[in-house]
Every structure is written in C-alpha cells, then in structure tokens.
C-alpha cells in the first residue's frame, strides 16, 4: 500500500511538473516589443526556476523597475509604481488567462473604481493591443466606449489604431432583427405597393 501511494505521489509531481513546463512554453500575448510580454517572460522565467507564481510577478515586477532594467519603458515603469498591487493582480490575471480583453475585463469588473488605471495599465504594458483594452472595458459596462478612448489616449495609445466602434460593438446586445423596409408599402403594413419603383 505504500509503495502504492509513493507511485501516486510520483505520478501527481510529475503531471505538476508537465503542467507548469506547458505554462511557460506556450506562447505569450503580445510581442517581446510590447513591455508587458517581456514582463510576463520574466515571470514565466521565475516559475520556471522555482518560485510560485506570485512570488514570481512580485519579483519580476520589483526587478523591472530599477533603474538599469530595460524589461519596461519609461511609461510602463510609472504606470506599474504608480499601484503595484493593481499590477501583481494584472499579471496573475495574465498569466492565468494570457488574454489583454479578459484581463482588463476582470479586474475593472472586479474594481470599477480603478478602471481608469487599469485602461492606463494595459496600453502602457501593451501599446500595440490598446483596442483590446479598450473593447475589455467596453464589455463591463463601468465605462462608455467614448470615455474609454479618452483615457487610451490620455495613456498614449495611437489615435490611428483605436477607435469606439469596435469597443462599443463589444458591448452592444442585439434584440430580433426587423425585416428592413416595416412600415413601408403594403407589406410593412404601410399601406401601398411593394414593387420597387423603376422611376
């Protein structure tokens, strides 16, 4: 029955170890141009050395932001010091979900509050990506798809690549779709023909 038991624990290390192989080398969001990919790398890199995962972010982001590291710009550096609790959750969320929407989406949902600073979090750590940031706090609802756009640019997102059509197409429902022309002609119980006129 022991020697049972040890081959069950064995087993479970094993699959423990397989588990967290295959979380640090799946792919990443982002590139290693956007600040918050090399970020995520460096907490990745952390696991895989041993430490648990928020031992990890808490570690990559405290080494990120000394003064010789070069893992964030200057404007990711602020927005990460500027609430780094925000921070460790934003990235405990990112390693979980790899997903720029959903994280956004969770922690404003989580923190409405806050959903200015995590807009800003998210643009300066993936400036590339800001229309995902965006459309994840479009989802929520805490904020309109305008004054979300306001506070991308505010964070320095590039006016070229965002836009409130797509972040307010995230958060519109649909009802049941109207035949296009009711009210109009006899069928759309206007009254009238509803041959199209050759004039």
């Known amino acids: 029955m022991q ?96 997903s720029l929407i959903d994280v956004t989406k969770v922690l404003i949902e989580e923190s409405p509050a806050k959903t200015i600073e995590i807009i800003t979090l998210g643009i300066v750590l993936y400036p590339d990506f800001a229309q995902e940031v965006l459309d994840g706090a479009a989802i929520t609802g805490a904020i309109t798809p305008e004054d979300a756009l306001v506070a991308a640019l505010q964070a320095g997102a590039d006016p070229s690549t965002v836009s409130t059509a797509t972040a307010a197409g995230a958060a519109i429902e649909t009802g049941p779709i109207s035949p296009v022309g009711i009210g109009i002609g006899a069928g759309g119980g206007g009254g009238g023909d509803t041959t199209a006129s050759t004039n």
């Not at 967290?20 to 590139?31: E, K, N, P, V, W």
């Not at 932001?65 to 925000?86: C, H, I, Q, R, Y």
């Open 3 to 98: 020697k049972f038991a040890i081959t069950c624990f064995l087993c479970l290390v094993t699959l423990a170890g397989a588990a967290a192989q295959t979380i640090a080398t799946s792919t990443i969001f982002g590139d290693d141009v956007q600040p918050g990919n090399r970020l995520h790398e460096n907490v990745i890199l952390l696991v895989e050395q041993g430490e648990s995962t928020d031992q990890a972010i808490s570690l990559a982001i405290a080494s990120s932001m000394t003064e010789d590291d070069t893992t964030l710009s200057p404007d990711a550096k602020s927005a990460v010091a500027f609430n780094v609790p925000l921070s460790n959750d934003f990235y405990r969320e990112m390693v979980q979900v790899n």
